[in-house]
């Protein structure tokens, strides 16, 4: 029966893939519309993909290089597992062939969809939505398949040696964990590059053009305007499609990594654990097809219609996980059934929620929004310190969630038995498995977003007309609504996982202390134990664990600064871009009077590239932020200190960026609830204000916020590749 259940993922990964092709050519069949909206489209078109082929030349160097580190430690000094080096170019190449995938979609889905919009709403709607489910099938496809492969590949040809059968599972899911790797950092370059870029030009387009010169957003005279679109993909479609596909392979491998612990005494019994989670995937992935074939709607919906089209398909892609969840753990014959199958579900729950209180926070249909366009009325400084006030107001209920979502996964998942710790964290891992299992349909609303903005932005610079512009604003609500609710959940989903991944970070450290000859640990008091039965509160024990340890308290605080440090750094490197944007927008304005008058066009290709070689420029030091600092704690302050870490990285980069993704998202939807028409609408002395207050939220929201989502995973995956190094060669 576990081989029956196992093969439900890689069957699932292989009907994503057919899947995202079938709506990808179903896609191309539509109609492009005008000579001057496919010329719109081509220019989008060639620069997100000059920007991605630019900063996957960098990748490259980077990976490379890194590679041959990790060959070195492996094969050289033997601290690290011989798989290392292929599993983590493999990660980080599917990573990236996933957001190329979806950028080349969404790039041509955008005229596509602006074409279908001269005629019905939901033609529009449906072309959006399928061209993002690409995206989010790629993501679940080629992830899911990886991890099907590589443990297939790993049951094949690592031996048990003198381990034990049920060692040597332990060991298998430890390996396939290195994959995560490659995914994380170029899901970091992924995250931080299309952020800087699309935030760069934003706010050159939004400062010059709607505040100093006064002209309509995505008006064809801005010369940062194809900047801002190209923007839109790389930022919310490559970078979000990257980030969740970290994300969830993370989620999947650590799941099954903490069922192979918890379950050793029994091998049968241990494989069902590590099956559970891979196959609970494989039928989220099924559920999330059927989903995207329920979402549409009628000519004239109105945004709650709109909303009501997609929450029919996300939600009850949702609530059937939950049953089809519970069959996969009965048809496994999974002890405690029902407990593992609550700590699903609290996950599912966790991810709704954090999904709704970000909607609360961020939409201009509820008070908080409201509140801040309030302030508008005094000005820019008002506006931001409300802003400021409901971001930091904001981390409250996400934080409560994953903190109940945590401790009801863990309980559930132990029969609520405190000391049952390895089956609690079982439960933990499965949790964040829960959480993204329909991630293909997820994902898709999340991609879909940027679709819907460019084909507004299309049908603004071609001068369609006003019934035209009336339903791209429709789809273009939605879409905000969605990037909204996304980043929520993104970002609630990367702390159920990172802690699942610092769970599985002390099965790895097990591993390197027997491959080093350390079969016994002292426990203090003349006491020891097996270091191969050891739990992990002997663990905890045996490296002082303990939070009156200098050194946990030290990597403690080194965590939270570590996650300061970084947003900084990609807030700034942002500032400096958009600077340069600004500069060169206001010289086209000046050299040529004839752009504001209508008379040329700008050269938006020169925009285009000072957005990537801003990009390419600022993105590096900031991932390898993620890289270097869990390697020099562990090499100084030992395992106790990276523990400490990873705890303080965990605990300050969810809080901080719940707060800079919500502050961040409410100033922007205040300007749009000004612009509406309230508070004096487009051009007034609070719409001048939110404009600023949406500039300031630019960085927050789509380059320092989404990234501290995977700084937070990377520096756990990090760890537990150096586990060797640091267990080897710590100076404590």
Request: hydrophobic share 50%; net charge negative.
């Amino acid at each position: 029966m576990n081989q029956f259940v196992f093969w439900i993922a890689p069957i699932a990964a292989i009907a994503a893939l057919v899947y995202a092709w079938r709506f990808y050519k179903e896609m191309l069949q539509h109609d492009q519309g005008t000579a001057l909206m496919q010329e719109i489209g081509g220019h989008v078109s060639r620069g997100a993909m000059a920007y991605l082929w630019q900063q996957y030349k960098i990748m490259a160097l980077v990976f490379a290089v890194l590679a041959a580190i990790f060959a070195v430690l492996a094969y050289q000094f033997h601290v690290q597992s011989t798989w290392l080096p292929v599993t983590f170019l493999c990660g980080g190449f599917f990573s990236a062939l996933a957001g190329y995938f979806g950028m080349q979609t969404a790039t041509q889905a955008s005229t596509r969809t602006a074409s279908a919009a001269q005629t019905s709403l939901p033609d529009a709607l449906r072309i959006a939505f399928r061209s993002g489910a690409v995206m989010g099938l790629v993501v679940v496809g080629l992830g899911l398949g990886n991890i099907a492969f590589w443990f297939i590949l790993a049951n094949l040809l690592i031996p048990a040696g003198d381990l034990g059968e049920t060692h040597r599972m332990v060991l298998i899911t430890t390996t396939i964990l290195t994959f995560g790797m490659g995914a994380s950092l170029q899901a970091m370059f992924a995250r931080v590059g299309g952020g800087i870029f699309t935030k760069a030009a934003d706010v050159g387009a939004d400062l010059v053009g709607k505040v100093e010169s006064g002209i309509p957003e995505d008006d064809p005279r801005n010369p940062a305007v194809i900047a801002d679109n190209v923007g839109d993909n790389v930022g919310d479609v490559a970078g979000m499609g990257a980030d969740l596909f970290e994300s969830y392979v993370g989620s999947i491998l650590a799941a099954s990594a903490l069922g192979a612990a918890a379950y050793m005494i029994d091998p049968a019994l241990q494989m069902k654990a590590i099956v559970a989670p891979i196959a609970i995937a494989g039928l989220g992935i099924m559920l999330s097809i059927w989903g995207v074939y329920l979402v549409k709607t009628e000519e004239g919906a109105n945004q709650k219609q709109l909303l009501d089209a997609l929450g029919r398909g996300i939600n009850s892609s949702a609530a059937l996980i939950v049953v089809a969840s519970l069959l996969c753990l009965w048809l496994l014959g999974m002890p405690n059934m029902w407990g593992i199958w609550g700590a699903v579900v609290s996950g599912l729950v966790a991810g709704v929620i954090i999904g709704r209180s970000t909607e609360y926070y961020t939409s201009p249909s509820y008070s908080p929004t409201r509140q801040i366009a309030e302030q508008s009325e005094g000005g820019a400084a008002t506006l931001i310190i409300a802003g400021i006030g409901v971001g930091m107001l904001s981390t409250a209920i996400p934080v409560l969630t994953v903190g109940v979502s945590t401790m009801l996964a863990y309980l559930f998942a132990s029969g609520f038995d405190a000391g049952q710790m390895n089956q609690g964290l079982y439960g933990v891992g499965i949790a964040a498995v829960g959480m993204l299992s329909t991630l293909g349909i997820t994902l898709a609303s999340d991609a879909y977003g940027p679709i819907a903005d460019n084909a507004g932005g299309n049908a603004e610079m071609s001068g369609l007309g006003p019934e035209v512009r009336e339903r791209t604003d429709a789809l273009d609500a939605l879409g905000n609504t969605t990037a909204a609710t996304g980043k929520g959940f993104a970002i609630g989903s990367a702390a159920l996982t990172a802690l699942a991944l610092i769970a599985s970070y002390v099965e790895v450290i097990r591993m390197e202390l027997i491959k080093v000859g350390i079969t016994t640990l002292e426990l203090g008091h003349g006491a020891t134990i097996p270091t191969d039965t050891a739990t992990l509160t002997d663990f905890m024990t045996y490296y002082s664990v303990n939070l009156l340890n200098p050194t946990v308290l030290v990597g403690v605080m080194i965590g939270a600064m570590v996650a300061f440090a970084f947003s900084g750094m990609t807030v700034q490197a942002v500032g400096r871009a958009a600077l340069l944007m600004v500069e060169e927008v206001r010289r086209q304005f000046r050299e040529d009077p004839g752009i504001l008058k209508g008379t040329s066009q700008p050269d938006y290709e020169r925009c285009v590239a000072i957005s990537t070689l801003g990009a390419q420029r600022e993105m590096v030091i900031p991932a390898l932020i993620a890289v270097i600092a869990p390697v020099l704690t562990g090499l100084i302050l030992g395992v106790a200190g990276v523990i400490g870490l990873l705890v303080g990285g965990l605990s300050s980069g969810f809080v901080l960026a719940v707060f800079l993704a919500n502050s961040g998202g409410a100033w922007d939807n205040a300007k749009k609830y000004i612009e509406a028409g309230n508070h004096g609408g487009k051009n007034s002395r609070a719409h001048r204000a939110a404009v600023i207050g949406d500039t300031v939220g630019d960085p927050f929201k789509d380059t320092s916020g989404p990234s501290l989502n995977i700084l937070i995973k990377l520096m756990s995956i990090v760890a537990i590749i150096m586990a060797g190094v640091t267990v080897t060669y710590s100076l404590l």
